[in-house]
């Protein structure tokens, strides 16, 4: 079979071979005559080209390409649409165009194609032409060596029309009018979903060259000849309805009338506004082809992908293919098993819906609802019958607000609340919600169970908001992740067979599983997750039970906070590994970045929701759903969740435009009050934003301007935690560089700031803590006290004290860093050239630590030395006598023991003896004469 790919239908209209200026055309007067696309004969010629069954989009594309390379020749196909036909018979001699059957062959080495990827066969073009493309077209395969200019807006045309006003070039009236009947004819008059701002700015710059409305209403609206008024009655007598995943298709099959010679397009628009289906498929047989015409009205029902699997092309909402040499009932056939697979699920309420939902006794009083609504946000509650187990109402905040302003606060809910029991069922579709919210002027629509023998009672709520987050929400740069695959790609075998085991238990228990937060906002930018932390809408406790007795463990609670958590040992690892992906897979190697990383155990946590009494306050917690938990959260980027359990396992919430701050790299808090409710939010987005590389938007940078003071009201402790976080990330230099300039140090405390001097000691902290002597002395690789203790140095001791004090630093902390002040005190005050045991007597009492701050800090090269011959020779040096030696040969512990064993260190240090033999004579001849005890060097604190 042959295919001839096009963006619009075959209409089988050609040019007439001679046109001429209509004299009543609204652009008649004054006449212009456009001057002719030159013939060039040099060896470089340009050549404009589009697609055949050209609509106003490609034509208006060879205008304004051509006036973009006025020295190309923009060459028209051999058919265009009718409605494009009469507009160029009317304005001809307005145009530049040349005809296809004036086109003589001439050598080609350069072709511009515009509005098409597809280059037509045109006599001259070499073989291989210098090949542009200018298209909205995305997703087609590019050739190599071609050059490209793609940008998914409504029409070509816009393209072009930026590149013209940028260039600043002139049109004239009739220019303007077909280049808009280019954007207006593709984008649907600026209505379609395709339809960009940078269209409508496109149009409204073209209506201020002249463009003529009312041509571009006769042109967009031409009435049906009699032939294709005879094709609208066979496709109408013909179309049969089909309900493919649950959207409701036309399909309609017919041979052409005789001599049928025009187009479709306008007779597919005509049955499709008559019949309104969600989408709309006509196949008509002319001659030995079948030309297949797609439109569709919702996003879910991509045409140019069924037009594509047929040979042909166009948008998401409107395509066209054309099939030759194929039966009409086997093309019939080919689509019914495309469609399928082209047509996405209709959205359900159980994808919009709140699992879990409050609700209110009758005879609940209007006061206590209003506290209910104040804490927890909620615009209504439904009002339920405990004793039927049967919703009775909808109580309403507007209605709270009214009855609490005319003192009514005492009255019962049942007396102010809307009556009835408005329902739907988590199968039902999203369009039966909207419905019901428009009948019945309820605002939140709760869900009961999809059994039609369940009681009335609400197990979730679907709410205005969601609806209209559905139906409104931005579209993504990309399309919508396999989560289930990513997941099952990214986690280990344990992992994974572990979400298999915990997911069945769920689903099970009919309790909804997710992932949440920062575990999917990094498995979206490609980090392994090495813990299951899981929000359970239910009881937490209970699935962690269940788990525990299937799979063994054990199980710690907080029945307070509704939480679990499951301790596994490797062997239950491995077990379940066993159980769900077999023996081979859970014996078989691990990658190394993903082997031996799996927790010791699982928490699970009760979806909640939370509420502050007061600013800064810790948050009060109660039970809530899953919406509600992502909703008390911090930013959109840890607004994700995952569900998990059952046949749910890989669907992706996002409620909150999460992932389209993902793509675009965005620090965005959730609520205007985030950081007023909680200002230690202002160094988390501080972190994340250096973490990630993304950027703090706009708003949310001037919300934490705002709340600055704020942080005056927070306990140092929880400062101090979220100052060692910012301190344990891999780059803290850009961190806290970020809060200084945000003013968030100085708002901590007057003294605290940074300087790029600190930051120069950070980048020395990882290459010191590399030496072995350094490292080993410290006890630990963490730079975290050392990155706090240098960023305090440079204060004074007064500062430095009121600082920890602010941030409540624990006392050995405290030590350690006035300590380092007075080694660098110390070390200023030895002589030029110390001994050894100077230095030694010196340093012993403070800890490597400390020292290290030192070191890290120093740029005199004499105390550099110092401080790495203590630590890596001097420090370790001891004496073969000890005070057992000295108890042994008969002398009384007390004082004296610590000046021997002191005159002994510093001859061992000090090389005036080298061995145990020689400690031994020294101390005889210490003993033998006791005023030399009196010489012996003294403690370094005494």
Known sequence: MRSMMSTTENPRVTLPVTMTRHPDSPL???????PRAPILYNKNML???????????????????????????????????????QFLTLYWDALPYMRPEDWQKRRVDEVLLVDTHSLSSVRGIIK????????????????????????????????????????????????????????????????????????????????????QLPVLRRFLNIPLTPVQRDLYDSLQANARWETINGQNIVIAAVEAPPKFDDEISSVVHRLR??????????????????????????????????????????????????????????????????????????????????????????????????????????????????????????LTRRAVDRAISHDLGRLPVSRIMKMG?????????????????????????????????????????????????????????????????????????????????VSGEAAELDMPLYFVGGLVRDLLLGYAPTDLDMIVEGDAIVLARVLQENFGGLVHTHRRFGT????????????????????????????????????????????????????????????????????????????????????????????????????HGLVRVLHSLSFIDDPTRILRAVRYEQRLNFTIEPRTAELIGDALPMMDRVTGDRIRHEIERALKEAEPVRVMERLHNLGVLAQIHPALGWSAETAVLYQRVPEILQEPAWLAASGTDSPL???FALWLLPLTIGEKEAAMARLKVRKTTHDDVISAVEIQETLAELPPNPKPSEVVFALRFYLPRSLLVVRVASSDPRTSELLDKYVQAWMEVKTAVTGNTLREMGLKP??????????????????????????????????????????????GTE
């Open 273 to 394: 506004d008559a019949m309104g289906p969600d989408g709309m498929f006509v196949l008509v047989h002319i001659g030995r082809d079948v030309q297949v015409v797609a439109r569709s009205n919702r996003d879910a029902i991509d045409v140019a992908a069924v037009a594509k699997a047929l040979g042909g092309g166009g948008h998401n909402r409107a395509a066209a293919a054309m099939v030759v040499g194929k039966p009409l009932a086997e093309v019939v056939a080919q689509l019914a098993e495309i469609l399928p697979q082209a047509i996405e699920p209709m959205a359900r309420v159980m994808q919009i819906m709140s699992y879990g939902v409050q609700t209110l006794e009758p005879t609940t009083v209007v006061e206590q609802a209003a506290v209910l609504m104040q804490r927890f946000g909620h615009e209504g509650y439904p009002v339920v019958d405990s004793e039927k187990q049967e919703l009775v109402g909808l």
């Open 564 to 663: 679990a958590k499951w301790f596994v040992t490797p062997e239950m690892w491995q077990q379940v590994c066993i159980q769900f992906l077999g023996e081979q897979v859970a014996n078989s190697p691990q990658p190394d970045d993903l082997a031996g990383l799996e927790p010791v155990s699982i928490d699970f946590v009760t979806a909640r929701t939370e509420f502050y009494k007061e600013p800064s306050a810790l948050p009060e917690i109660e039970r809530g759903s899953i919406k509600l938990d992502l909703h008390r959260r911090d930013f959109t980027i840890n607004t994700l969740a995952v569900r998990l359990d059952g046949a749910h396992l890989g669907e992706l919430l996002d409620f909150y435009n999460g992932r389209l701050d993902l793509q």
């Open 128 to 211: 291989k032409p210098d090949m542009r493309v200018i298209d909205h077209h995305v997703g087609h395969k590019q050739q190599e060596h071609w050059h490209y200019h793609v940008e998914a807006v409504g029409a070509t045309t816009t393209l072009l029309v930026e590149q013209l006003r940028h260039r600043g070039l002139a049109l004239t009236s009739e220019e303007a009018t077909l280049l808009m009947l280019g954007i207006y004819e593709d984008t649907g008059s600026l209505t379609y979903d395709t339809t960009t701002s940078r269209d409508i700015r496109a149009a409204s710059w073209l209506a201020e060259q002249g463009a």
């Open 894 to 939: 007390g004082p004296e023991f610590a000046i021997i064993l002191d005159r002994l260190l510093a001859a061992r240090l000090d090389g005036e003896v080298v061995d145990e033999a020689g400690e031994l004579v020294l101390l005889a001849d210490l003993l033998s004469r006791d005023e030399a005890l009196k010489r012996v060097p003294r403690r």
């Open 785 to 787: 006290f050392l990155y």
């Open 421 to 501: 029991a408005i329902t739907v069922r988590p199968s039902d579709s999203v369009e039966r919600v909207q419905q019901l919210m428009l009948q019945s002027g309820w605002g939140q629509i709760p869900v009961v169970a999809d059994s039609e023998h369940a009681p009335s009672h609400p197990i979730g709520v679907v709410t205005r908001t969601d609806l209209l987050n559905y139906l409104f929400q931005p579209p993504h740069d990309t399309d919508e992740p396999d989560m289930r695959q990513l997941l099952y790609k990214t986690l280990s075998s344990n992992l994974w067979a572990m979400v298999l085991a």
């Open 47 to 85: 050549l404009i080209l589009t697609h055949e069954n050209a609509d106003f989009d490609a034509v208006a594309s060879l205008l304004g390409a051509y006036k973009l390379n006025p020295e190309g020749i923009p060459l028209l196909p051999r058919r265009v649409n009718r409605n494009v036909m």
């Open 28 to 34: 008649a007067t004054p006449k212009r005559v456009a």
